[in-house]
């Protein structure tokens, strides 16, 4: 290979076209032409995706050179002459192009996007001499994705696409010469192959042989919306494709947690927004509807238990019923239950609204079902809840230890990172009782028992300690309380936990030397870890064992809490939490409280409020009875269903604002229509603590209102006097109150596509690697604090032998309420299913597909089944989206002292066919 055929590593100049030019290090003859203006075919070169260069259509002519060489994968040297027009090149350019044209459907032009074309046009390549191969058959096996080989020239971007940046592996080549074809795994129809749609292929296409189902490649968007993913934490940047006020179809764009890609969800699950089930009036319960949810035909007729109303006559409706019970019960007979799906800014107001209509600090949301504990922890140990590290540092990092998470399922675009990761030579160490997907590029899979973290990673810590590999300069400068843990992990050795645990004394010993000795380790944990009445314990040992080895503070390390709902971090930034106000500010702290109460101009309840799950007791106790929910789903997402229903039901007064008629919604006694994420501005912050701006695309359907609106109408109701003219307002008014963000405006988030907080300056460039010098706790310095193993609330026995544990699955985003109601998403998982380990489906004489009945102490469901062979015999893995069979049934209420978190992750169940 000549010294052309790498990347530069500084820049060189030489001639393009008679000019002189220069060339940045790593740029290649095509991406210099490009910045320069000048124009050259390509196909099989694509920005986002490693040069390949085989399909020629590129070629230049470099002097003194006999052969004309790919610019899309030719580096330039110094003194180098290049033409890009010369007959030669051109010839030889055309030729590409019309033997490639030949091949392409004549009649029906596959997509007016396609690539192939525009070089033709612009080429004037008009006529093809060569016949035309024999086609393959289209393939619409696929709800999503559809595949028009005839159209199909070999660039390889898909392939790439597939292999390359999302690590699926699906999409391979078969066949030699004319007969080279892009196949399916193992030439499979696509809807039954192993793709899992992330559609990665589909962006990367240059000419529609691979495209989205139906017809909408053909037609034309009248505008593009830079926008952001609505689900989950990862924060995807996208755009909207829309016509007549609808999406076409979404695109990834290149923001700095996606780099272009996005997943099933961001890119197939949009529909939800325009389903004929969306509330599109006001409703208010009938006086002789009792509240109840009925499993039949009718569900989601709303109709039944409720009657339209004007948006006045529920609004007055909806703020008298609060006020009725305010002025009899008092502030504490009132709670609010915010959204993480919703933006910073209606998440501000709805806290505000809460805190000061209210007068009460019961305004909570689905964090504390959530990463409660670990916020929790972190908080007590390092003084901030939120990540150290953004997921992109994996790049920087040796080692990635991944503990009860499952990222190709639920973080599928952070999932890409990891598997580029490990491909790059990085070791990956997962551990989870399940072995799931992400295992498959482990170097180390840990597969222990569940409920036992503490239990095996004291034991790491324990043999990090023996071998002396804890990174003594860091305990002593920036750790206190390290004598104290050290005797508490005297007794974990890794020989007395392995039964515990259940892994092998040796290979808790050698993950010990791996993660301890590393430059750099980072650890990502997700709801395996908190989701715990010991949860809280768990986050800390993991705190514990960054903190002795020096794992934290710099690129490449640290601890990564990856966070799950859109806005699951802004919404706890502003203060959606019972115990503090906006930026984690206590509200028990009394010059605190008189700050806000300066600012907000009001009198503030100077005792934290209650949790999720104690709400929920408290209404069983006749102390709460009225209830504002915005934008969640308790009546599904709650522990012990039957009890949080009851609950639910027994409310005097509970008014919910939401965008379908969830089972929730069913408890309510006024419905207020709102606004689905595409048909609203706000920003939103993601598990990296990044802002993001997302951008209306579309209107709401009828009379539904934009979430803001509707607080803001509330807030009228019920006495507040608030001036905001729309989400620009608020930010600003956060702005005052949080110095994490003090230094972000509305104007560089709409000019940048993200900022990262710590941010307190204008232009500053924001912190994404915290915790460099010191960690913001009183002294500086972090706290070490041992946690003593202890067993689940409620422990398999005779009568209910079998442990639950209940999850998420790739399509379905939590109650189900938007992606059962998204097109593709359901069909591609439409019905209830149970994880099943074979043996145990043979045990109870099922086959796979077969029902199986699931029984709790507190309940039972019905579901289909599965087998999985990442489970241990003895657990069962549920997923909760699927109302026909809650999971929540069956799930316990216990929670973590702490955190408050409930117990989702274990109980005790028996099985039965059903
Ligand atoms: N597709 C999809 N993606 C989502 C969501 C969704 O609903 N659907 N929800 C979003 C939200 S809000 C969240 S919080 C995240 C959650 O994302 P994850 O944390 O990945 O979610 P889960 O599937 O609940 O559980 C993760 C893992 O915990 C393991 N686990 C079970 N018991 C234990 C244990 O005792 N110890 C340990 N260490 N692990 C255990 C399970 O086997 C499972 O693999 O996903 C987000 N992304
Ligand atoms: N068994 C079990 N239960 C669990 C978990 C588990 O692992 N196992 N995980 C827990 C976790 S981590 C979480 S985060 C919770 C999630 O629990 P929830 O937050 O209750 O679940 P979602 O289904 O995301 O509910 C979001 C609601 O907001 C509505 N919505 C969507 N967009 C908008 C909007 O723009 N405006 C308005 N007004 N409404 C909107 C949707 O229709 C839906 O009703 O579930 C928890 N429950
Ligand atoms: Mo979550």
């Known amino acids: 290979m000549t010294q052309s055929q790498h990347p530069n590593a500084t820049a060189v100049s030489f001639t393009l076209n008679g000019v002189t030019v220069t060339a940045q290090a790593d740029e290649s003859i095509l991406q210099v032409a490009q910045r320069q203006g000048i124009e050259i075919p390509h196909l099989c070169y694509t920005e986002t995706l490693r040069a390949d260069g085989n399909c020629r259509a590129c070629v230049v002519e470099i002097e003194g050179e006999r052969i004309l060489a790919p610019s899309c994968c030719r580096y330039p040297s110094e003194g180098m002459s290049v033409t890009s027009h010369s007959k030669r090149a051109m010839t030889a350019q055309k030729m590409v192009l019309e033997l490639l044209q030949s091949d392409a459907p004549k009649t029906n032009q596959l997509t007016p996007h396609s690539e192939l074309k525009h070089w033709c046009e612009k080429l004037a390549v008009t006529e093809c001499r060569f016949p035309e191969r024999q086609q393959p058959a289209k393939d619409c096996s696929h709800p999503a994705i559809t595949t028009s080989l005839d159209a199909c020239i070999q660039c390889g971007r898909c392939l790439r696409a597939c292999r390359e940046e999302q690590a699926n592996d699906v999409i391979g080549f078969a066949g030699r010469g004319s007969e080279v074809q892009i196949i399916f795994d193992m030439a499979d129809p696509m809807g039954l192959s192993s793709c899992v749609a992330c559609g990665e292929c589909v962006q990367a296409c240059p000419t529609g042989a691979i495209m989205p189902a139906g017809d909408v490649g053909n037609q034309l968007a009248d505008k593009q919306v830079h926008s952001v993913c609505p689900y989950c934490g990862v924060g995807c940047q996208l755009t909207y494709h829309v016509k007549d006020n609808s999406i076409l179809f979404v695109e990834g764009r290149n923001g700095p947690a996606n780099h272009n890609r996005l997943c099933v969800k961001g890119r197939y699950g949009f529909d939800y927004v325009t389903h004929r089930q969306r509330l599109t009036k006001p409703l208010i319960r009938r006086s002789d509807a009792p509240k109840h949810i009925e499993m039949d035909m009718d569900y989601n007729n709303p109709l039944r238990d409720f009657r339209e109303a004007s948006w006045e006559e529920a609004l007055e409706f909806a703020t008298k019923g609060l006020k009725k019970i305010h002025k009899k019960q008092g502030p504490n007979g009132l709670a609010g239950f915010g959204s993480a ?15 000061t209509a209210f007068n009460t600090n019961n305004v909570d949301h689905c964090t504390r079902l959530c990463h409660a504990s670990s916020v929790a922890a972190l908080l007590q140990m390092i003084g901030s809840g939120a990540v150290s590290n953004p997921v992109a540092d994996v790049a920087d990092a040796e080692v990635i230890v991944l503990i009860g998470s499952n990222p190709t399922s639920n973080h599928p675009v952070a999932a890409t990172f990891f598997k580029n990761a490990a491909r790059d030579g990085k070791t990956l160490i997962v551990m989870d009782p399940r072995k799931t997907d992400i295992a498959r590029y482990a170097d180390h899979v840990l597969q222990f028992n569940p409920d036992t973290d503490v239990a095996m990673l004291n034991a790491i810590m324990h043999a990090i300690i023996q ?38 004394a040796e290979t808790l010993y050698e993950v010990a030397r791996i993660y301890a000795s590393a430059k750099g380790s980072m650890i990502f944990w997700g709801m395996g870890v908190s989701q715990h009445i010991h949860g809280t314990d768990n986050a800390r040992c993991l705190i514990n064992l960054a903190l002795i080895t020096g794992q934290i503070g710099r690129p490449g390390c640290g601890l990564h809490p990856l966070r799950g709902q859109n806005n699951v971090q802004g919404a706890s930034d502003v203060g959606l939490i019972p115990m503090v106000y906006p ?47 915005m934008g969640e789903n308790p009546a599904m997402s709650d522990p012990n269903l ?45 598990t990296d603590r990044r802002v993001q701006m997302g951008r209306q695309a579309i209107d709401s359907p009828g009379e539904a209102r934009q979430d803001l609106d509707i607080l803001l109408a509330m807030a009228k109701g019920l006495g507040l006097q608030w001036n905001y003219t729309g989400p620009r307002d608020v930010f600003n008014e956060m702005r005052q109150v949080m110095p994490s963000i003090a230094g972000i405006t509305w104007e560089r988030l709409e000019a940048e596509s993200a900022v990262t907080y710590p941010c307190s300056h204008e232009g500053d460039s924001g912190e994404s690697v915290i915790f460099q010098e010191q960690f913001p706790r009183a002294g500086g310095k972090a706290a070490l604090i041992p946690a003593a193993f202890s067993h689940a609330d409620e422990l398999p026995d005779d009568d209910y032998p079998y442990i639950l544990i209940t999850g998420r699955q790739l399509e379905h985003w939590h109650t189900g309420a938007m992606t059962r109601r998204a097109s593709v998403l359901n069909s591609l998982e439409p019905e209830a299913v149970a994880m099943v380990h074979p043996d145990l489906l043979e045990q109870i004489g099922l086959h796979a597909g077969e029902s199986i009945r699931i029984r709790s102490r507190r309940g039972e469901v019905v579901t289909g089944t599965r087998s999985d062979r990442g489970l241990n015999p003895g657990q069962i893995f549920l997923p909760f989206c699927y109302y026909e069979a809650a999971a929540n049934m069956l799930t316990n209420d216990a929670l973590d002292p702490d955190g408050k978190i409930p117990e989702f992750k274990f109980c005790a169940i028996k099985i039965e066919q059903a």
């Open 341 to 355: 799906k919703g933006s910073n800014e209606e998440a501000y107001l709805f806290q505000k609204l809460i805190r």
């Open 467 to 504: 071998l002396d590999l804890v990174d003594h300069n860091f305990i002593e400068q920036r750790t206190e309380g390290y004598t104290t843990l050290k005797k508490h992990l005297q007794d974990y050795t890794p020989e007395r936990m392995a039964p515990i645990c259940g892994i092998p």
């Open 583 to 629: 930026d984690y500010q206590r509200v028990d702290n009394a010059e605190i409280r008189k700050k806000f109460e300066a600012l907000w101009q009001t009198t503030l309840d100077p005792n934290p409020g209650l949790t999720v799950v104690e709400i929920m007791h408290a209404i069983h106790d006749g102390n709460i009875q009225g209830m504002y929910i």
């Open 642 to 686: 039957n009890h949080a229903r009851t609950a639910l039901a027994s409310l005097k007064h509970l008014v919910v604002q939401d965008i379908f008629m969830t089972e929730t919604a069913h408890y309510a006694d006024v419905i207020l229509p709102a606004s689905a994420f595409p048909e609203k501005t706000g920003t939103f912050t993601n």
